[in-house]
């Protein structure tokens, strides 16, 4: 039997599968995608090879014996990311339940204690297969040593022969540190020749084959600048043939009879992949994979039937249960509170008939625990109390660190942790027509369930932040802001439901005589709803050019009649009857359906933990939705009017903050220049990218700027470009080319962050809010554009949102310290309306600007436009 040694290279396998595969998590909300791809690799690498003998070796530290040659050796690298890190011990782990040996050696590498076990094993007359992502690693082949090394993705793999390396460079394996001797290496930071690349170093190796015959016959080689850098760079070129030279008899403890293959332990390794819910790897081992009913503990909790210092302490979880759908009717099931006392269940009568409970939960210094606070805070204000003192939110905490996750309720975060104690809301209450409120005992037990689960979570959450660099980002602007927000959701904004019922009788005329005039172009009565019968009339009747067609018969979508628009009137007034009729259903009746019948507000919700960017979007109803681009959907803002006689409404939004974020991250000179100099952004790009003066930018040139301007950070694409603007899409390209041939910093900055986000699998903002986008290291080319354009987006949209949030805390704390009745009402995308009596506008018209253009320091200048009238519409 042939005795057949393999020996991994596992720091760089372990990085392969990391970063071949998007960052995943297991219901404890470790990350597993390294873990899984190794595994992957070592179960192909079992089944092709049938080693007899077997090893893993690792990197002991950073710092080895050729540090001591030359001090920047792998200087350049970046630090493992920490999803990276924390998989490594899992990797052991795994690689001991496998039986599989692995080994490190202070001071040396793993390619050193490949080198020397394969030199050995090779002297024995062993078959030795080297698996490895790295090529350094190729000098060791032999007709007896050949080396895998992975290419894309986790199992494709090239395997260096002797006859591959000929093929490939044409040098014998041996010449390969040779060749990086005169090329050097840029990932081990290795110098090498300066100017000497890969061709150039094959060229003079095949001449004279090794490093110090070529640097000892300068004289002949060609070319002048060629032979000057060789003479000049002597020594260097020495150090880095022995930087690049692995260490084949390294001082290893470790023999070849201590690496003995026996199979591995079926138990352990099934254990370890039902841990990390490796459940497809699983079924390859032949396991049923059984998906166990977990047994939750008992929680021995008490019943409260009067408050007294063992329930309301200084600190606590409160949790307070308000289904959704009764979010502004405060309709509250009961409520959970857990300290260091133990666990009790609230009744709802009992809490909000007393006195003692009130007075606690608005006492600032007793610090309360939550999950959503806002909704909390905003359901207690209709009873009456005003929740003070959050200190902790578990529902924000947990939606900073996964932001791409949705949270439906406290058992959805308590699973991403890990957290198996509470079940969740559906099988509790049911869904749809099967929904309902349980039975005391039932619901009791959920809620005190779930007060275990915030109180549980609380630490490792905080944890998490503090390591994640997010504690400022959790307790400086989010946590505060929740608070602003639910006073924003419990004071509403006055709506006048007079004027929505006229503008909708006056679009109810106008969508009748619409109607009256498609017909009389089509020549008969239709139903203009209905896409077969629309179809039939352009396309049939009317002979119109058929654009796309459906399974059902012709597309009348929105695309295809605007590309239809010149063709016929009827066009035009279909398209214009569709936008009459969203308008009249969508907001205007929409918008009636949700005025509070007490307040004859809206109480519309903010919704802090929804979208990956960190921006706010608010429902019931969407306010930040409202067309404004039709003159009659602007004309909706005119019945959202201030709550008092004699105010105004005033609103100031932020003048091209993301094209300013945008100057300040990738710090271009241009950009920079014209914002420090209040120049028209649009006007200026135009002139740069087209070499004309000021006064010889045209309005189109403008035009092509402005579309340039927004559309770059969100990488857009020379097709997308040519469909805005109406132009060829090789103009398009030539536009894009110029554009960033002239604004340097944005093409570095676009560069710069898809290379990073690939390193770490996630970008940053200003203010270290994270999102992750394991999708840039897809194999599927679409997939990995889109991430690369949300790598290129995300900081600057998501540092704008930190902005106004910002903004909004900063302004909170001026209104109170000015003691002004002003009130913040709404945020609708880089805006803030206030509602605030005539008086004080002249004070408002100082401190908003001044306040929201200082909330970040940037190195352009934040600029804030305002202005007020009667209504919401009247202030723009």
Same mark, same amino acid.
């Given at each position: 039997?042939?005795?057949?040694i393999?020996?991994?290279?596992?720091?760089?396998?372990?990085?392969?599968?990391?970063?071949?595969?998007?960052?995943?998590?297991?219901?404890?909300?470790?990350?597993?995608?390294?873990?899984y791809g190794?595994?992957?690799?070592?179960?192909?690498?079992?089944?092709d090879?049938?080693?007899s003998?077997?090893?893993?070796?690792?990197?002991?530290? @950073?710092?080895?014996?050729?540090?001591?040659?030359f001090q920047e050796?792998?200087?350049g690298?970046?630090?493992?990311?920490?999803?990276?890190?924390?998989?490594?011990?899992?990797?052991?782990?795994?690689?001991?339940a496998?039986?599989?040996?692995?080994?490190?050696?202070?001071?040396?590498?793993?390619?050193d204690?490949?080198?020397?076990? $394969?030199k050995?094993?090779?002297? !024995?007359?062993?078959? /030795?297969?080297?698996?490895?992502?790295?090529?350094?690693?190729?000098q060791?082949?032999?007709?007896?040593?050949?080396?895998?090394?992975?290419?894309?993705?986790?199992? !494709?793999?090239?395997?260096?022969?002797?006859?591959?390396?000929?093929?490939k460079?044409?040098?014998?394996?041996?010449?390969?540190?040779?060749?990086?001797?005169?090329?050097?290496?840029?990932?081990?930071?290795?110098?090498?020749v300066?100017g000497?690349?890969?061709?150039?170093?094959?060229?003079?190796l095949?001449?004279?084959?090794t &490093?110090?015959?070529?640097?000892?016959?300068?004289?002949k080689?060609?070319?002048?600048?060629? @032979?000057?850098?060789?003479?000049?760079?002597?020594?260097?070129?020495?150090?880095?043939?022995?930087?690049?030279?692995?260490?084949?008899e390294?001082?290893?403890?470790?023999?070849?009879?201590?690496?003995?293959y026996?199979?591995?332990? /079926?138990?352990?390794?099934?254990?370890?992949?039902?841990?990390?819910?490796?459940?497809?790897?699983?079924?390859?081992?032949g396991?049923?994979?059984?998906?166990?009913?977990?047994?939750?503990?008992?929680?021995?909790?008490?019943?409260?039937t009067?408050?007294?210092?063992?329930?309301?302490?200084?600190?606590?979880?409160?949790?307070?249960?308000?289904?959704?759908?009764?979010?502004?009717?405060?309709d509250?099931?009961?409520?959970?509170?857990?300290?260091?006392?133990?666990l009790?269940?609230?009744?709802?009568d009992?809490?909000?008939?007393?006195?003692?409970?009130?007075?606690w939960?608005?006492?600032?210094?007793?610090?309360k625990?939550?999950?959503?606070g806002?909704?909390?805070?905003?359901?207690?204000?209709?009873?009456?109390?005003?929740?003070k003192?959050?200190?902790?939110?578990?529902?924000?905490?947990?939606?900073?660190?996964?932001?791409?996750?949705?949270? !439906? !309720?406290?058992a959805?975060?308590?699973?991403?942790?890990?957290?198996?104690?509470?079940?969740?809301?559906?099988?509790?209450y049911?869904?749809?027509?099967?929904?309902?409120?349980?039975?005391?005992?039932?619901?009791?037990?959920?809620?005190?369930?779930k007060?275990?689960?915030?109180?549980?979570?609380?630490?490792?959450?905080?944890?998490q932040?503090e390591?994640?660099?997010?504690?400022s980002?959790?307790?400086?602007?989010?946590?505060?802001?929740?608070?602003?927000?639910?006073?924003?959701?419990?004071?509403?904004?006055r709506?006048?439901?007079?004027?929505?019922?006229?503008?909708?009788?006056d679009?109810?005329?106008?969508?009748?005589?619409?109607?009256?005039?498609i017909?009389?172009?089509?020549?008969?009565?239709f139903n203009?709803?209905?896409?077969?019968?629309l179809?039939?009339?352009?396309?049939?009747?009317?002979?119109?050019? /058929?654009?796309k067609?459906t399974?059902?018969?012709y597309?009348?979508?929105?695309?295809?009649?605007?590309?239809l628009?010149?063709?016929?009137?009827?066009?035009?007034?279909?398209?214009?009857?569709?936008?009459?009729?969203?308008? @009249?259903?969508?907001?205007?009746?929409? &918008?009636?359906?949700?005025?509070?019948?007490?307040?004859?507000?809206?109480?519309?919700?903010?919704?802090?933990?929804?979208?990956?960017?960190?921006?706010? $979007?608010?429902?019931?109803?969407?306010?930040q939705?409202?067309?404004?681009?039709?003159?009659?959907?602007?004309?909706?803002?005119?019945?959202?009017?201030?709550?008092?006689?004699?105010?105004?409404i005033?609103?100031?939004?932020?003048?091209?903050?993301?094209?300013?974020?945008?100057?300040?991250?990738?710090?271009d000179?241009?950009?920079?220049?014209?914002?420090?100099?209040?120049?028209?952004?649009?006007?200026?790009?135009a002139?740069?990218?087209?070499?004309?003066e000021?006064?010889?930018?045209?309005?189109?040139?403008?035009r092509?700027?402005?579309?340039?301007?927004?559309?770059?950070?969100?990488?857009?694409s020379?097709?997308?470009? $040519?469909?805005?603007?109406?132009?060829?899409?090789?103009?398009a390209?030539?536009?894009?080319?110029?554009?960033l041939?002239?604004?340097?910093?944005?093409?570095?900055?676009?560069?710069?962050?898809?290379?990073?986000?690939?390193?770490?699998g996630?970008?940053?903002?200003?203010?270290h809010r994270?999102?992750?986008?394991?999708?840039?290291?897809? $194999?599927n080319?679409?997939?990995?554009?889109?991430?690369?354009?949300t790598?290129?987006?995300?900081?600057?949209?998501?540092?704008?949102?930190?902005i106004?949030?910002k903004?909004?805390?900063?302004?909170?704390?001026r209104?109170?310290?000015?003691?002004?009745?002003?009130?913040?009402?709404?945020?609708?995308?880089?805006?803030?309306?206030?509602?605030?009596?005539k008086?004080?506008?002249a004070?408002?018209?100082?401190?908003v600007?001044?306040v929201?253009?200082?909330?970040?320091?940037l190195?352009v200048?934040?600029?804030?436009?305002?202005s007020?009238?009667?209504?919401?519409?009247?202030a723009?």
């Amino acid at each position: 039997m042939t005795k057949k040694i393999v020996l991994i290279d596992g720091n760089s396998i372990a990085y392969r599968a990391f970063f071949a595969l998007p960052l995943l998590n297991n219901d404890k909300g470790i990350h597993t995608n390294a873990i899984y791809g190794f595994t992957m690799i070592l179960m192909k690498i079992l089944e092709d090879e049938k080693p007899s003998h077997m090893l893993v070796a690792f990197d002991a530290g @950073k710092t080895t014996f050729r540090h001591e040659t030359f001090q920047e050796y792998k200087g350049g690298r970046q630090k493992t990311p920490p999803e990276l890190s924390e998989q490594f011990p899992f990797i052991r782990e795994l690689l001991d339940a496998y039986q599989v040996s692995r080994y490190e050696l202070e001071n040396y590498e793993a390619d050193d204690i490949i080198g020397t076990l $394969s030199k050995q094993a090779e002297k !024995d007359g062993y078959e /030795v297969k080297v698996i490895s992502g790295d090529k350094d690693l190729t000098q060791l082949v032999t007709e007896n040593i050949t080396v895998d090394i992975t290419k894309k993705g986790i199992t !494709d793999v090239d395997s260096y022969t002797p006859d591959f390396v000929n093929e490939k460079y044409g040098l014998t394996p041996g010449q390969i540190i040779d060749m990086k001797g005169l090329m050097g290496d840029t990932s081990d930071n290795i110098p090498g020749v300066p100017g000497v690349g890969e061709k150039t170093a094959i060229k003079l190796l095949k001449e004279f084959t090794t &490093l110090e015959n070529v640097l000892n016959s300068v004289d002949k080689v060609s070319g002048k600048k060629l @032979k000057e850098k060789l003479e000049e760079h002597h020594e260097q070129a020495i150090m880095s043939k022995k930087l690049a030279t692995i260490d084949c008899e390294a001082p290893i403890s470790i023999s070849l009879d201590d690496i003995h293959y026996n199979g591995f332990d /079926v138990k352990k390794v099934t254990g370890i992949f039902k841990e990390l819910g490796f459940n497809s790897l699983l079924e390859k081992l032949g396991e049923e994979v059984v998906v166990e009913e977990e047994v939750i503990p008992d929680l021995p909790f008490e019943k409260v039937t009067e408050f007294t210092n063992v329930v309301l302490t200084d600190e606590a979880v409160i949790y307070a249960e308000v289904l959704d759908e009764s979010y502004h009717k405060a309709d509250i099931l009961g409520f959970s509170i857990q300290n260091e006392n133990g666990l009790f269940y609230i009744p709802v009568d009992t809490a909000l008939s007393s006195e003692s409970f009130k007075k606690w939960a608005e006492d600032e210094t007793k610090q309360k625990i939550v999950y959503d606070g806002k909704k909390t805070s905003v359901a207690l204000h209709w009873k009456g109390i005003a929740l003070k003192g959050i200190s902790f939110d578990v529902l924000i905490a947990a939606y900073l660190l996964n932001p791409s996750e949705t949270f !439906d !309720d406290v058992a959805s975060v308590a699973k991403t942790n890990g957290l198996s104690i509470v079940q969740s809301d559906e099988l509790v209450y049911g869904k749809g027509a099967k929904r309902s409120i349980p039975n005391e005992e039932i619901l009791s037990e959920h809620l005190i369930r779930k007060g275990q689960a915030i109180y549980s979570l609380k630490d490792k959450l905080e944890m998490q932040l503090e390591q994640n660099d997010q504690s400022s980002l959790f307790y400086d602007l989010e946590l505060p802001l929740s608070v602003i927000l639910a006073e924003m959701e419990a004071t509403g904004v006055r709506v006048d439901s007079k004027r929505l019922k006229d503008m909708g009788d006056d679009l109810a005329e106008q969508l009748t005589s619409l109607e009256k005039n498609i017909h009389e172009h089509a020549g008969e009565t239709f139903n203009i709803n209905s896409p077969k019968q629309l179809g039939v009339i352009l396309f049939d009747k009317l002979q119109l050019p /058929v654009i796309k067609k459906t399974k059902t018969g012709y597309s009348t979508s929105a695309d295809v009649l605007e590309k239809l628009e010149d063709k016929h009137e009827i066009v035009r007034e279909i398209l214009h009857y569709r936008q009459l009729g969203k308008l @009249k259903s969508t907001y205007i009746d929409g &918008l009636l359906k949700v005025v509070h019948e007490d307040t004859k507000k809206i109480h519309t919700r903010f919704n802090q933990v929804l979208t990956t960017t960190g921006r706010l $979007s608010s429902i019931d109803p969407n306010l930040q939705n409202i067309p404004i681009r039709l003159e009659e959907g602007r004309k909706i803002r005119q019945a959202f009017v201030p709550s008092e006689k004699d105010w105004v409404i005033f609103a100031a939004d932020y003048s091209q903050i993301e094209l300013r974020v945008l100057a300040h991250i990738a710090n271009d000179k241009n950009l920079v220049e014209a914002f420090r100099n209040d120049l028209d952004i649009h006007t200026k790009t135009a002139m740069d990218v087209f070499h004309v003066e000021k006064e010889d930018v045209t309005s189109n040139m403008r035009r092509q700027a402005k579309a340039v301007n927004f559309g770059i950070v969100y990488g857009i694409s020379d097709y997308g470009l $040519s469909q805005s603007l109406g132009i060829t899409r090789k103009e398009a390209g030539e536009f894009i080319k110029r554009y960033l041939e002239t604004f340097v910093g944005v093409q570095d900055y676009m560069e710069d962050i898809v290379a990073d986000v690939r390193e770490k699998g996630y970008v940053k903002t200003l203010l270290h809010r994270r999102r992750y986008i394991p999708e840039i290291t897809s $194999s599927n080319f679409n997939i990995r554009s889109f991430a690369e354009r949300t790598a290129m987006n995300t900081p600057i949209q998501g540092s704008a949102a930190d902005i106004i949030k910002k903004a909004m805390i900063d302004m909170a704390a001026r209104l109170k310290k000015e003691k002004v009745q002003a009130k913040l009402l709404l945020q609708v995308h880089d805006e803030l309306i206030f509602e605030a009596p005539k008086e004080e506008i002249a004070i408002l018209e100082k401190i908003v600007p001044e306040v929201m253009e200082n909330a970040v320091e940037l190195n352009v200048p934040l600029k804030v436009d305002y202005s007020y009238g009667d209504s919401w519409y009247d202030a723009k």
